[in-house]
């Protein structure tokens, strides 16, 4: 049974840095593009971070130059670096593959707000 599990979001406040984890089981992990998805309250789920296979990384123009993803392969897991978090950043934030074929975990909240 494939599972994605979320952690280390939290409220922080504006200008400041969070590391997000997710453990990835029951899948084989590195052969998957992985990617960091948000949804914000009233908006559609969007994709912010990806990283192939071979670690090459993309970024929505909303966060390029603020967060940094990146994979551990031997610990099947992907990380989201943020940095300088803008109250926009406000978001349950959810990893699965590029495209998403994983079921959905529970996502982990991320409040900038001061």
């Known amino acids: 049974q494939v599972q994605l599990v979320e952690s280390g979001g939290g409220l922080v406040q504006p200008g400041g840095p969070l590391r997000l984890s997710c453990a990835a089981s029951?899948?084989?992990?590195?052969?998957?593009?992985m990617g960091w998805y948000r949804q914000a309250p009233g908006k559609q789920r969007e994709l912010v971070a990806s990283?192939?296979?071979?670690?090459?990384?993309n970024y929505a123009d909303s966060v390029k130059g603020r967060f940094t993803i990146s994979r551990d392969n031997a610990k099947n897991t992907v990380y989201l670096q943020m940095n300088s978090l803008k109250p926009e950043d406000t978001a349950v934030y959810y990893c699965?593959?590029?495209?998403?074929?994983?079921?959905w975990g529970q996502g982990t909240q991320v409040t900038v707000s001061s």
């Open positions: 029951g899948m084989i992990f590195s052969i998957f593009n």
């Open positions: 990283i192939t296979k071979g670690s090459s990384t």
């Open positions: 699965n593959s590029v495209p998403s074929f994983v079921s």
